[in-house]
């Protein structure tokens, strides 16, 4: 918890509360449904909060705008972003039910009324966001594909609406067909060995009715 302090010291009591409150839902959850490996969960504020809140640190979001976490998995990186913006609206959409079901627990332990939460294929899914995040769960292309016509139409943030994707390693080829993504290093943000090779892709995409 120190380590989320330490990078984002104007926390709320109620959001430390929250990010305290975290680590034992995931824990106790994770005993009965395993969505984090074991060498993680005992690293989750390193390996899942603090990684996920990488995006935040790259673009802040606005009260009341839209955002869609594909493939979220246990909650990342939805929920920590949930927490830190408790104005701004998250849809996290899983196609597992039962690592939907982790998601769902945990939001309601941490009452978070921001965040609205779909068992189903993003293909399914219908409405515009502002940004689309999420953590590695698919090559860039067929991301893209997944999220074709999702994005709003109205640009309110500092970077134009788009996808925001956590991901690690050598991306030359998988963005060479996307000459408008920009790499943000997390070693620029966070000084942990774990972010040496971890990054943020940011992909502008235009509003497609």
Known sequence: ???IQKYFPD???EQIKQFEELEHLYKDWNLKINVVSRKDIDEIYLRHVLHSLGIAKVQGFNPGAEILDVGTGGGF???????????????????????????????????????KTTNSRVEE?????????????AAMPTFVRWTKGKIAKKSEHELKNGILYLKGGDL???LRDYPKARIY?????????????????YLPLKYKP
């Open 1 to 3: 918890m120190e380590l």
């Open 11 to 13: 926390l709320s009591a």
């Open 77 to 115: 990186p939805g929920i920590p972003l949930a927490i830190l913006f408790p104005d701004t609206n998250f849809h996290l959409v899983d196609s597992i039910g039962k690592k939907m079901k982790v998601v769902d627990e945990v939001k309601d332990g941490l009452k978070l009324k921001n965040v």
């Open 125 to 137: 899914i219908t409405g515009n966001y502002d940004f689309i995040v999420s953590r590695a769960v």
């Open 172 to 174: 030359t080829v998988e």
């Open 185 to 201: 290093e997390l070693r620029d943000y966070f000084e942990e060995e774990f972010f040496t090779t971890k990054k943020v892709v």
